[in-house]
């Protein structure tokens, strides 16, 4: 036998008796996990929203440059305008 090869006659983890019988008990516990905790999750939801507003503000630069600089004018052509409507 060389390294870094398995002897026929053993199987992966996961095909063994107890491997599955592991992956079956993960299954069912992160089943259980997500329906019993979904009510919590979803209760919190509102909060979280509030809390990332300020930070989605921060990260994107506050305002976005509203009258940065500018003489009253917004800057001319940044906003392009449907054709025969008068600017």
Do not use: K, N
Not at 59 to 87: A, I, L, V
């Amino acid at each position: 036998m060389t390294s870094g090869q398995q002897p026929p006659d053993m199987a992966p983890w996961f095909g063994t008796r107890s491997g599955l019988v592991l992956i079956a008990f993960l299954v069912i516990a992160g089943f259980f996990l997500v329906a019993e905790h979904t009510a919590h999750l979803l209760g919190i939801l509102p909060y979280l929203l509030l809390l990332a507003c300020p930070l989605l503000h921060f990260f994107h630069g506050g305002h976005g440059g509203h009258g940065g600089g500018h003489s009253g004018t917004h800057g001319g052509d940044d906003h392009p305008h449907r054709e025969g409507e008068e600017r």
